[in-house]
């Protein structure tokens, strides 16, 4: 481990970008200041994002699976929900997992600051506390992981609780008769899910022609099929073009691509339509540091900005929002500051929608490959011939890998399944470990497992694979 000890650094923002660096920023000797204004670290994605949406999306799938179980011949009565206890429940994770972050941030000498950092000069930050003091501090480097906030539509801000971004669905006041997600994105297909299963009739709004616009088709469309059931509409090429406050519900006009308008009244409103960079930090006009015209920080491959004693990590820096992303970055970055040779260069960034069934890609996409002219080689297994997803009557799913047809090497992964977002996993690490098809084919995989079904897309790129039969041309 090298030694960074006389090195002095602030890390502005305690999500798991930002805890991630300052972690390692310690680990590797540096003294760590750590400036987040909640109790403990955690973020966005602990406090009210990732952890509270996959907590109540662990209900939802729990609420699903007792009515499937009508088919295996096992009646449950229709779920009583006890509102107070499942959100004490959902809050009692996100303290327990903030609160072990608490821990492992005084266990390593961080630190911890509660309040905001401005920027005086690109070494010092003038820090106002949560109890409203002040103090100004030094240090040799800065990172800024202020991470991103929910994008808002001018004409859907209306002052009422009844519209929702995120952060109020998530703190799920009630259930509503009744809500209109405005986007087909992650967040509006993750937390329209929970909704629907606590018993609220949920339509979906899509401005372009599909869900999830960044997937491929064929993994959206086992989704689309389930949420059709779900939900109460999914409407696609479709945007909200006003909204009105009528005191008992929200008057939303939709607009479909022909024009044709239809009005409808709903309880509650979820926009999710993308997020938004916090990259306006008071004073960051005194440094060297650079915001792109989208609103990103912009750094180099080691993550520093312009200003030479500052780095930036996270969704502040560009696509993809994401937590694991912003942690590896956060890292980089202080491997970087550390003098290690490092740069943030990798070759997939795995990308989850943990919807039932979940959505999962990493490294090049098909849709991808049509664009760029690329010749690619594409290997699917549907789960109708995979064992274990018979025995969970979950036959829908289906795992493709993306090749190079030249050097056999796996490029992309998609999945579509159960636990599809656990699965992808074994995906990346071929593509960043240079895999052929051979390898993943050649690697034994448990019996009786989802996982198989990357071993057998390998073998279908050979035409080879056990479950399915393919007539020889001829
Ligand atoms: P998103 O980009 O995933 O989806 C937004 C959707 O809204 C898109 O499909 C877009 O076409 C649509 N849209 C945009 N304007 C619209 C309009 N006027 N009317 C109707 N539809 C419109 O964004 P999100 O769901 O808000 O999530 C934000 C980000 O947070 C994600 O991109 C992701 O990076 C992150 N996130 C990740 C996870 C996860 O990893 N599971 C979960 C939630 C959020």
């Not at 007792?66 to 009646?75: C, L, N």
């Not at 961080?110 to 930050?125: D, I, K, M, P, T």
């Not at 071929?430 to 071993?455: F, N, Y």
Request: aromatic residues 4%; charged residues 25%.
């Amino acid at each position: 481990m090298s030694d960074s000890s006389n090195i002095s650094l602030a890390v502005i923002g305690a999500g798991p970008g930002g805890y991630a660096a300052a972690f390692l920023a310690a680990d590797l000797g540096m003294t760590v200041t750590l400036i987040d204004p909640e109790v403990n670290p955690g973020g966005v994605c602990l406090y009210r994002g990732c952890i509270p949406s996959k907590a109540l999306l662990h209900v939802a799938k729990l609420i699903e699976e007792s009515e499937q179980s009508k088919d295996w011949g096992i009646e449950f009565a229709a779920p009583k929900i006890d509102l107070a206890r499942l959100r004490s429940w959902k809050e009692g994770v996100v303290s327990k997992l903030t609160g072990g972050l608490g821990i492992l941030s005084k266990q390593r000498k961080v630190q911890y600051v509660r309040g905001r950092a401005a920027f005086e000069n690109s070494n010092r930050l003038r820090v106002t506390k949560t109890d409203g003091s002040e103090e100004s501090l030094i240090f040799d480097r800065i990172v800024i992981a202020t991470g991103s906030r929910p994008a808002i539509i001018p004409t859907l801000k209306l002052d009422t609780p009844r519209m929702m971004d995120s952060t109020g669905a998530l703190n799920l006041e009630d259930i509503p008769g009744s809500l209109l997600v405005v986007g087909g994105g992650y967040i509006g297909l993750e937390l329209g899910s929970v909704y629907a299963a606590l018993g609220t009739r949920v339509t979906v709004v899509e401005m372009l022609a599909g869900l999830l616009p960044g997937a491929d088709r064929d993994l959206v469309l086992p989704l689309h099929k389930r949420l059709e059931k779900l939900l109460d509409g999914i409407l696609l090429n479709t945007t909200v073009a006003s909204v009105k406050d009528e005191g008992t519900g929200i008057r939303a006009t939709l607009r479909a691509q022909d024009g044709t308008t239809q009005e409808k009244v709903f309880d509650r409103v979820l926009v999710s339509v993308g997020r938004k960079p916090n990259s306006e930090i008071p004073g960051l006009e005194k440094t060297h540091v650079r915001v792109g015209p989208k609103g990103f920080i912009q750094v180099n491959q080691q993550l520093q900005t312009d200003d030479s004693s500052i780095y930036a990590i996270g969704d502040v820096v560009g696509e993809p929002m994401l937590a694991h992303k912003a942690s590896h970055e956060g890292r980089t970055a202080v491997e970087a500051i550390a003098g290690h040779k490092v740069a943030f260069e990798p070759n997939a960034i795995p990308a989850v929608v943990f919807t039932d069934p979940e959505v999962a890609w990493a490294g090049i996409t098909e849709t991808q490959a049509q664009k760029e002219n690329r010749e690619i080689k594409v290997a699917k297994f549907p789960w109708a011939a995979s064992g274990r997803a018979v025995t969970l009557d979950r036959p829908e799913g289906m795992t493709k890998l993306i090749f190079d047809p030249h050097t056999e090497r796996v490029l992309g992964i998609g999945i579509v399944g159960v636990s599809a977002g656990e699965m992808i996993a074994e995906g990346v690490l071929a593509i960043e470990m240079a895999a052929q098809a051979r390898d993943v084919a050649l690697t034994i995989h448990p019996h009786p497992t989802l996982s198989e079904t990357v071993m057998e897309s390998a073998e279908v790129f050979f035409g080879t694979s056990t479950h399915i039969y393919r007539p020889k041309r001829g």
